[in-house]
């Protein structure tokens, strides 16, 4: 495997984790101190259903097995962290749009904007994994 290619592939995964991390510490940042925006009762079963639980139990495991994925030197490994960084991004974007939880953790919507732009990078990084890995076997194939 080309060893540029190799190193696009782990930048992504770091990138990929970055993104991550940054959604979780959004979620898992200090409530605000304004007690108009604390949530009440349904809105913590919401909060619960449609974005806590769905980062601990399904977009936690899936990132970290497309983060170790993605470390093989195998050639179909950045797709894996393509898909992890679309998933990501598309979370990040799903969690920006339920105001309550931006209300009641003011510092989400700059961790999400964090998380977007390292999901962009990784998905940057890893389609440069693609790109160089296929126009270093074409360039072996033809010499």
Not at 84 to 98: D, N, P, W
Request: hydrophobic share 55%; glycine share 10%.
């Amino acid at each position: 495997m080309n060893r540029l290619a190799y190193i696009m592939q782990v930048v992504a995964v770091v990138a990929l984790a970055v993104a991550w991390m940054a959604i979780g510490r959004g979620l898992f940042s200090e409530s605000g101190v304004d007690p108009r925006f604390e949530l009440e009762a349904g809105g913590r079963v919401e909060a619960n259903f449609e974005v806590y639980w769905p980062f601990l139990l399904v977009i936690s495991p899936l990132l970290l097995i497309t983060g170790i994925f993605g470390l093989l030197p195998y050639r179909f490994a950045p797709g894996g962290t393509i898909v992890g960084a679309v998933i990501a991004s598309l979370f990040a974007q799903r969690v920006g749009t339920k105001l309550y939880l931006s209300e009641y953790r003011p510092a989400l919507a700059g961790r999400l904007d964090t998380s977007l732009g390292a999901a962009c990078v990784a998905l940057a990084a890893a389609f440069t994994a693609v790109l160089l890995h296929l126009y270093g076997n074409r360039a072996n194939a033809l010499s």
